[in-house]
């Protein structure tokens, strides 16, 4: 390509300016145009992917063909040149429904407040038999959900890019989270090549090793707590009791009103005071009101820090006490894998 | 096909082949909220002519076909256009999208994942100038600023970047040299 064709593709891809003059000669060969330009498109694209607005796009297309009754044939005159903004037409039918759902949840909490007799059960004191739950022996295993996502993966200045690229390879949604008080848990993720990764402390060391690699252990217990959601804003949920009582100074907490006096499950909200405290921007607890036992967590508005979730969801599977050493390494691989030990953290 | 079926298999084609469609619109289109719009009209369209469709053959090139004729559209709409985006550039871009699509992998996001690979196989310099670029968002002028060099020398370094990371590409297969 020549220096007179690229720069015409130059000062459209990198400096936002392009010909008004529709004279001007095309370009002839087309091929380092077309990479230059596809390249772009999937640089673009990878660096804005966003799982969530993915999911909004399809949803919001359903939702006009939805609204125009569903028949392909209806419009099928309509011309393309002559054809209304989709998006504009579904977003003021967006606000009207948004204008709607506000107002029926509003009536909702009038009804609410109304009839519904306030709870004896205040926030404090139900943190405070949350963290007592948290702070017990009890086994549970948690689900994570990636309800959204930033998408967009940054590479930390601190990570080499094959460090990176091997961290980009893991996948959060659809791990699990054993946890069985202070300082033992075992976290479960697979890796987007079906292999699968392992990190966990028993109480006095920490470790991590994929399905084909050494084991590296540290008696740093937080060594291995990257990729498990909020580690990187000091909500790690491995570690429950200790993380939990974070929320006591750093976040406004409020028991929701119930809705179904009958459920034994409540729920906390809390909302971070301020963006000097790390940690997402709010969260939900749904808790049993009687032994303060996790069932699901939301984690919302997770700093966008490396990229990744920005939304996740803890759900309780089971809660049984687990095998002797679960949550110690060796109880996960063979004997003859390799160790490899790492001294603590500076 | 009843309507409520053709719904529903229009809904699967629709979720297959949003990803591509995405990334085929902000190849051709700078500003995301007309990707945004595009992509919802292009697939109204597709929906309505869906008779029109043969869906014994890949919907991909057919529904890149509709894309393709909106964004001259759009461009023709706004009297100003690159001077290179005619439809024998569109021919190409959809050789390489039908190329890319053809790879092996479930998904989108696995029949490109080789870029990030590419990326990293970068020199240095002209990593850092497509991360600022991208994945940063940083206009040219401020990329200048940030790698000390000047604002033409800055274009010609994505330039020159973007053309290795094409040439990693067609090398792992992703790109072909069809269109040459």
Known sequence: ?346 | MSNQKAQLAFEILARENSRMLTAYLRTLVDNESVVDDLFQESMLVAWRRLDECDLSRPFGPWLRGIAGRLVLAHYRKRKTSPVFMNEALLTHVDQQFESISMRPGDTWDEKVLAIRECIAGLSASHRAAIEGRYFDELKTSALAERLDISFEACKKRLVRARGLLAECLARKGILTEAGT
């Not at chain 1, 990229?307 to 996960?332: C, I, N, R």
């Open chain 1, 1 to 346: 390509m020549t220096r007179n064709e690229h720069e015409p593709m130059s000062d459209w891809l990198d400096a936002g300016e392009f010909s008004e003059d529709s004279t001007d000669k095309p370009a002839t060969d087309h091929s380092p145009l077309t990479k230059q330009l596809v390249v772009h498109g999937l640089l673009r694209d990878a660096a804005r992917h966003e799982d969530a607005a993915e999911k909004k796009r399809i949803e919001r297309l359903l939702a006009e063909i939805e609204r125009q009754g569903g028949s392909n044939n209806a419009r099928s005159d309509a011309t393309v040149s002559g054809s209304k903004s989709a998006a504009g037409t579904q977003r003021r039918g967006s606000r009207i429904f948004a204008i709607a759902g506000s107002l029926g949840v509003a009536a909702c909490l009038l009804i609410a407040f109304v009839v519904l007799r306030p709870s004896t059960l205040s926030a404090a004191e139900a943190l405070e038999r949350i963290i007592q739950s948290a702070a017990q022996s009890v086994d549970r295993a948690y689900e994570i959900h990636v309800l959204e996502d930033y998408g967009q993966r940054r590479k930390p200045e601190n990570l080499s890019e094959q460090q990176w690229l091997a961290e980009s390879n893991e996948n959060v949604d659809g791990a699990t989270l054993y946890v069985g008080g202070i300082d033992r848990h075992v976290f479960v993720r697979s890796l987007n090549d079906g292999r699968q990764r392992m990190s966990g402390c028993d109480g006095n060391e920490s470790w991590a090793f994929r399905d084909d690699g050494p084991v590296r252990v540290s008696d740093d217990l937080t060594r291995f707590r990257g990729k498990i959601p909020g580690q990187q804003q000091s909500i790690a949920f491995t570690d429950l009791y200790s993380q939990l009582t974070l929320l006591r100074d750093g976040y406004d907490v409020e028991l929701s009103e119930d809705t179904d006096r009958q459920s034994q499950i409540r729920r906390l909200v809390g909302h971070r005071k301020s963006r000097d405290v790390r940690g997402p921007k709010s969260l939900e607890l749904h808790f049993d009101r009687d032994d303060g036992t996790i069932h699901r967590m939301i984690l919302e508005g997770l700093p966008r820090g490396h990229g990744g979730p920005k939304t996740v969801e803890l759900m309780l599977v089971f809660q049984k006490p687990a095998e002797e050493g679960f949550y110690s390494h060796d109880f996960h691989h063979d004997d003859d894998r390799k160790i490899k030990s790492e001294g603590s953290q500076p």
